[in-house]
């Protein structure tokens, strides 16, 4: 009975994986056009081209020297572009989200029962913005899996050991040298958590010190430019990256709501948001009685994560992902009991399995091709007029503000070379041939630029005179 229920456990797994990868998996059905993800692919194909590992480059125009975020987190993709082609990002992708469920599966199991990791896998890997992204190369991928393993360790009422801090301290390191900062925040709330929950305030030093163990390699690197590397990633990463999204004087897109992180958990961690408000009043409770749980340390976890999300003056939605993995683990927490006692019964058991195994089938053939009719194939890009472009060509994107969309579909998709200007490059010197021009940046006098077409809000110019 016991292996019969343990084969049934791992096959529930199995199934919930296999759900969530195709449900990741089915936006690659139609054509998905991302720009972000279209851009850290074309960084990838530039480091795998030219091997320049600390001086990643996007395009001539734009981010000739990318200083974004850190190199180590795109060496990742570009080492795989490199030596699998870039075709297998997205598999790779996909198989870091499906890492990062296993993992959450796994620690819900160990500390809230079999059910509850379950429901923790189910839950994240059938929300909406988890989901669409799973297979998309973004830093994002890596960063949740390294930066969730980092802190899971420390959930347990336990004292933590050193090997359990030194643990924490090197994944959370791993993770800041994918995205600065904010591979660090779940090891600093849930040190910070410990102490709380625990009334031990000897854990904010071992936090602090593991914290400051794990920046180190980030520090070292940007010391180490300052004095011998020409400071371009002291100025342009850590000035004019990190203090200016800190101190809100970026001038590029963000957001500068101050509650941002827990405005998208209420628009956007569905279904899982009624779960984890739930989860979230029961380790309320468990702190209000002081006991010291592995619940109370979570759902404080939680709480301080997304405020430490709150201090940037530039936020963007995507930067609370790095709470949702355990976000996942308290609302699985909380469903975890009621679906035990769904699974009481045989017959219902037998007929939940059913249903799961039916949702992976159907999900998984919509991913490998029955669901292409039913989602959208438009680019972004005017296909009557990139085909009268030659791969691989400099063109002036004109718009009277940059249609990032367009630019980074163009340089990954047909490899061009885009340049964004603001008005019509009539007497603009030098050898390039196009220009896509939007409606409203169109010339009333276009001088030597001869027009090809128009399509999707665009004109297609050729300049007579090259």
């Known amino acids: 009975m016991m292996a019969q229920q343990g084969r049934a456990a791992k096959t529930s797994i199995a199934l919930a994986l296999l759900l969530a990868a195709a449900l990741g998996a089915l936006p690659l059905a139609g054509h998905f056009d991302d720009a972000d993800s279209q851009l850290y692919r074309v960084l990838a194909r530039h480091l795998a081209e030219g091997g320049a590992w600390l001086d990643p480059s996007y395009l001539p125009a ?22 699998f082609g870039e075709r297998t990002l997205a598999a790779l992708a996909l198989l870091c989200s499906l890492s990062t469920l296993a993992l959450i599966g796994r620690v819900g199991a160990r500390c809230f029962g079999f059910a509850a990791g379950l429901s923790s896998i189910l839950l994240l890997g059938a929300t909406d913005s988890f989901s669409h ?3 998309a190369p973004h830093l994002d991928r890596l960063l949740l899996l390294l930066a969730t393993a980092s802190a899971v360790t420390l959930l347990k009422p336990s004292q933590a050991t050193l090997p359990a801090w030194a643990l924490s301290a090197a994944l959370a390191s791993l993770a800041a040298l994918v995205k600065g900062p904010f591979g660090l925040l779940p090891l600093v709330a849930a040190s910070i958590a410990r102490a709380f929950v625990l009334r031990d305030w000897r854990e904010l030093p071992r936090g602090a010190a593991a914290t400051l163990a794990a920046a180190l390699p980030v520090a070292l690197f940007l010391l180490w430019d300052r004095l011998f590397g020409g400071g371009t990633w002291w100025s342009g990463y850590l000035f004019d990256q990190l203090l200016a999204s800190a101190g809100g004087t970026r001038g590029d897109t963000g957001n500068a709501g101050a509650l941002l992180p827990f405005t998208t958990l209420l628009t956007r961690f569905w279904p899982g948001l009624p779960f984890a408000l739930f989860g979230a009043a029961l380790g ?6 002081r006991e010291r749980s592995t619940l109370a340390i979570l759902s404080a976890l939680c709480f301080l994560l997304l405020a430490l999300l709150c201090l940037p003056a530039r936020k963007s939605w995507h930067h609370s992902l790095v ?56 680019c972004v890009i005017p296909a009557s007029l990139a085909e009268k472009v ?17 630019i980074a579909a163009l340089a990954e998709e047909h490899r061009d070379l885009p340049r964004p200007l603001r008005v019509f490059p009539r007497d603009e010197p030098g050898e390039t041939r196009f220009a896509l021009v939007a409606e409203q940046a169109m010339p009333a006098n276009a001088g030597s630029w001869h027009e090809l077409g128009r399509s999707g809000g665009y004109a297609l110019f050729e300049r007579t005179d090259r």
Do not use: C, M, Q
């Open 62 to 83: 734009v981010h000739p020297r990318y200083r974004e975020h850190l190199p180590f987190g795109l060496w990742f993709w570009g080492a795989a572009a490199g030596l």
């Open 133 to 135: 992204y799973a297979a």
């Open 284 to 289: 309320l409770r468990a702190l209000v009685r």
């Open 323 to 378: 709470a949702w993995p355990f976000l996942a683990l308290l609302a699985g927490a909380a469903a975890g009991p009621w679906l035990e006692r769904l699974l009481a019964s045989e017959v219902r058991a037998r007929a939940a399995f059913a249903g799961l195994a039916l949702a992976a089938v159907i999900a998984l053939a919509g991913a490998l091709g029955g669901a292409a009719r039913f989602l959208p194939r438009s």
């Open 390 to 406: 030659p791969e691989g060509s400099e063109l002036f994107v004109v718009a009277p503000e940059p249609d990032w969309k367009l």
